[in-house]
């Protein structure tokens, strides 16, 4: 016996008795988003417009019970006993279709302040103007203007929900901006703004589990992303790892240890190559951190940003160990030097 699957934009399908919604779909070459296919990520997410339809069990995560109450489904366990209709909500096409909503401004700023957080990385807070503000999704970056220096990509450390803006850059031999930030930027400087622009930033419509990645200054759209998603209280499990050379390059560890504290589905993993004195901070590679927690990563979401090699191998481990290439979201920071290297 088989049962006729309806899909709300024309196409339809037959469902064999015990099969799923999801695996018929593929079976049947058609492009059904979807992640898991387990009920862990939610990437499959649908309506049920009619039919009898019974659901194996899946995360709670996934889907939570104001969801299933307003009649949504994850097709991977759905098992229709009856001809039935679904519509696919594909949470990729809203995310973009959010993020490409998002206008591009050029705006100015006032520097308010300037706090050096280690040898070489400092923090620059920016306040708005009267005109307007910079919207954009937690972990994209902007253009900025300063002094007289050349137009350079810095990622937002800030929340969204924050009009002022926050950027961490790093001080490198012969970078024009940073060393102008580190020996001439000055309080109440003018700073122009233009953005936002970057693809890395939160799919706050995942229910999925969630790792973020960071090297370096990568860690300022991480900071955005966990700051945003612990303000819109998303719930599932989420890993933050931090990678770094020594303990002395790590900063702003507290805020992420307070995150930790205030939610049990958040942990915070500081790792440095070096010996380290605090008995928290690992040592070893963060990319072998991460390989040594998890060894499966199907239905995960993954934020990545810092050194490009860095970025590089740990997408390599995420798709080894089963993430779809779709769910890794990253942002290479390339220095100068990097930039060179790929030209040549």
């Known amino acids: 016996m088989s049962f006729k699957v ?30 898991c296919r387990t009920g862990n990520c939610g990437a499959c997410k649908s309506k049920k417009i009619s039919g009898d339809i019974e659901m194996s069990p899946y995360s709670e995560f996934a889907l939570d019970k104001d969801e299933e109450n307003q009649g949504l489904i994850l097709p991977c366990r759905a098992v229709p006993w009856s001809d039935c209709e679904i519509e696919v909500l594909s949470e990729e096409h809203n995310d973009e279709t959010e993020a490409n909503g998002i206008e591009i401004k050029c705006l100015e700023y006032k520097v308010t302040n300037i706090t050096k957080k280690t040898k070489d990385i400092f923090i620059l807070d920016l306040k708005i103007g009267n005109k307007g ?24 450390a800030n929340s969204p929900e924050t009009s002022n803006l926050e950027f961490h850059i790093k001080t490198l031999d012969g970078g ?37 990645i960071a090297g370096g200054t990568g860690l300022a759209p991480i900071l955005s992303i966990i700051k945003n998603s612990q303000e819109i209280k998303m719930k599932q499990p989420i890993n ?14 507290e805020q992420f240890e307070i995150f930790s504290k205030n939610n049990k589905n958040l942990k915070f993993f500081p790792v440095v190559v070096e010996e380290p004195e605090n008995k928290i901070v690992r040592k070893g590679f963060v990319t072998d951190a991460i390989v040594q927690d998890i060894n499966d990563f199907d239905g995960y979401k ?43």
């Open 6 to 35: 309806k899909i709300k934009n024309g196409i339809e399908i037959e469902v064999d008795d015990g099969n799923t919604i999801l695996e018929s779909a593929l079976d049947q070459g058609i492009d059904f988003p979807h992640g």
């Open 133 to 156: 503000s910079l919207n954009f999704k937690a972990g994209q970056y902007a253009e900025l203007y300063i002094g007289n220096c050349k137009e350079k990509h810095f990622s937002m």
């Open 176 to 212: 024009e901006v940073s060393n102008y930030v580190k020996n001439k930027l000055k309080i109440g400087e003018t700073v122009k703004v233009k953005g936002p622009y970057g693809n890395a930033y939160l799919r706050d419509r995942h229910k999925g589990p969630i790792i973020a």
């Open 240 to 253: 933050i790892y931090y990678g770094a050379q020594s303990e002395k390059e790590l900063y702003c560890i």
């Open 302 to 344: 993954a934020y990545l940003a810092g050194p490009p090699k860095m970025v590089e191998v740990a997408e390599e481990i995420l798709i080894t160990n089963g993430i779809r290439k779709v769910d890794i979201h990253s942002d290479a920071f390339y220095t100068p030097y990097d930039e060179i290297k790929e030209k040549k």
